[in-house]
């Protein structure tokens, strides 16, 4: 159910939401179990997926 080693962050000076570690990023099923960045969704303008994640949720952007 993903990768404790696929980890993000987000960096205020250009926006960008950046998701690194390895592997697979924690399955986010619905509103009841959102991305944890989705307080941010209005901020940020980039995402930058690193080398190392080889799956990315199917509802890690949901309402972005």
Not at 19 to 44: C, H, Q, T
Not at 51 to 59: D, M, Q, R, V, W
């Amino acid at each position: 159910d993903g990768s404790p080693n696929a980890t993000w962050y987000i960096n205020r000076d250009t926006k960008t939401l950046h998701i690194s570690g390895e592997g697979a990023m924690k399955d986010y099923i619905d509103e009841n179990d959102p991305a944890p960045w989705r307080e941010w969704n209005d901020f940020i303008v980039k995402v930058e997926v690193h080398e190392g994640i080889e799956k990315i949720s199917a509802n890690a952007f949901t309402n972005c």
